[in-house]
């Protein structure tokens, strides 16, 4: 049973090339999802003789056409030949590969349909200025013999494919000391200059007459939905009030055990610090929302306290994780070796918690509210074998004037998914105060962790 593509109203903003950009406000529904044409040419003498036309939806495309899981790919080839041509068939491809180089031996395909739009055994295809319809391969209803002359005119082949919901990827012979992989969602397209792998689509067609050949890319948007809100932070939501905090939404907090931070005063004392992080839960969160957070600190060092609950020197971001399998071929065997690169977010912003329904600071506790914001350009998760993408919740040394850490580099890691579209409900929302709020870059640059993704 074919699934329902979601709606551009459940999704963030796309650009072509299945990264995602700041939504721009429609009419109505119909508008948002106003399908855009794309046009390929093959000409001969300055004049088109093959033209493969793609729809796709207006609001997620801009440069290449993009489709969202459950969407059908739709369009058309149009042939117009002048002078009668010897073609012996037409065929469809589209093909998702795992790509870490140039070489055919450094592509792997977990997607590889091909439809024959017409063939001689078809029979003589009409022609397209007589009857669009017409011109489609014969069914079984319709007897046909084999066409063995030359077409000339115009001819137009409609066509729509499904892409399929699981798939899988066959190793072609490679060893990479693992089992076999289970079948897995089409990942979202990649191309990232700091990843040696990529998601690769294309659509191609292939005309039997000689070596003609039409291809193009295309973008791809899986639909990863997170779970629904639990019910305070719904009706939060709903009504436009604050966020519960941990000590009285219990259920709809998750944290660790409590982290140790040690270090040292203005170059004086040494303190310890308890250090305890509340994510808000489900800890699945939609790619252009937030991820709320709560921070509680403990210590009989009440300076300590001061410095360390101060907004700006809390280093919480998202990690992200890309492992990544390369192609090579060693000792005349084909194998696979993986490596990764891990990047961190621009930093949470925090403010005091000072909100009635929170307990009161004491000397010897700090509490302190917090969001990560999610660009709308993240990569979603992903569990596909040679591309594996995972995001992590992560606390790092605090920064903060007068304080000098000692110990592990990452005081705390939460793993956690990054969807692509909105669970059912209410839309979450900033709780940044005025003045707290961090600026993020339209464009975000992936380096390393220790620079910004966002």
């Known amino acids: 049973m074919a ?66 899981e459950g969407s059908m790919i739709k369009g058309n080839l149009r042939l117009s030949l002048g002078q009668g041509d010897s073609v012996r068939s037409v065929t469809i491809t589209v093909q998702g590969q795992f790509i870490t180089g140039v070489n055919p031996e450094d592509q792997l395909n977990f997607i590889d349909i091909t439809k024959t739009l017409w063939s001689q055994s078809d029979g003589a295809p009409k022609n397209a200025t007589a009857d669009h319809d017409s011109s489609s391969p014969p069914t079984d209803e319709q007897p046909s013999t084999k066409f063995n002359g030359k077409l000339q005119g115009e001819y137009l082949w409609p066509f729509a494919i499904d892409l399929p919901k699981k798939v899988n990827l066959s190793l072609d012979g490679r060893s990479d000391g693992r089992q076999a992989s289970e079948p897995f969602a089409p ?132 990690r992200r994780h890309v492992n990544f399998g390369i192609l090579e071929k060693k000792a005349n065997a084909k194998v696979i070796s993986y490596q990764s690169t891990v990047e961190d977010s621009l930093p949470a912003v925090w403010w005091p918690s000072i909100e009635e329904n929170n307990p009161p600071a004491s000397d010897r506790r700090r509490y302190v509210n ?22 992590f919740v992560v606390v790092l040394p605090f920064k903060t004037t007068g304080f000098v850490h000692s110990g592990e580099d990452v005081l705390l890691k939460q793993p956690v998914d990054i969807a692509t579209i909105y669970a059912p409900g209410p839309r979450p929302v900033k709780s940044a105060p005025p003045g707290y709020d961090l600026e993020i870059p339209s464009n975000p640059t992936f380096t390393s962790a220790k620079n910004n993704f966002l």
């Open 3 to 68: 699934t329902t593509p979601a709606s551009t109203q459940e999704l963030p903003g796309y650009n072509s090339n299945g990264n995602a950009r700041p939504a721009q406000p429609t009419t109505t529904a119909a508008t948002s999802r106003r399908p855009k044409e794309f046009e390929y040419k093959i000409e001969k003498s300055g004049r088109p003789i093959a033209v493969l036309t793609l729809f796709s939806e207006a609001a997620l495309s801009k440069n290449i056409p993009t489709y969202v």
């Open 187 to 318: 990942p979202q397209t990649f191309n990232e200059r700091t990843v040696r792998a990529g998601i690769h689509y294309e659509i191609s067609v292939r005309i039997a007459r000689g070596r003609f050949r039409l291809s193009t890319q295309f973008g791809y948007i899986p639909t990863i939905k997170p779970p629904p809100f639990l019910p305070l932070r719904r009706l939060a939501y709903q009504e436009g009030t604050k966020l519960l905090g941990p000590h009285v939404d219990t259920e709809g907090w998750h944290s660790q055990d409590p982290v140790q931070v040690q270090g040292r005063i203005f170059d004086n004392r040494p303190v310890n610090v308890a250090c305890k992080l509340y994510i808000s839960k489900p800890l699945s969160y939609t790619r252009g929302s937030v991820i709320p957070l709560y921070l509680h600190l403990e210590s009989d060092d009440q300076e300590a306290l001061d410095l360390l609950s101060s907004p700006k020197g809390i280093a919480v971001h998202l």
């Open 370 to 391: 917090g969001e990560l914001h999610l660009k709308v350009g993240l990569k979603p998760s992903s569990d596909m074998p040679l591309l594996h993408v995972e995001y």
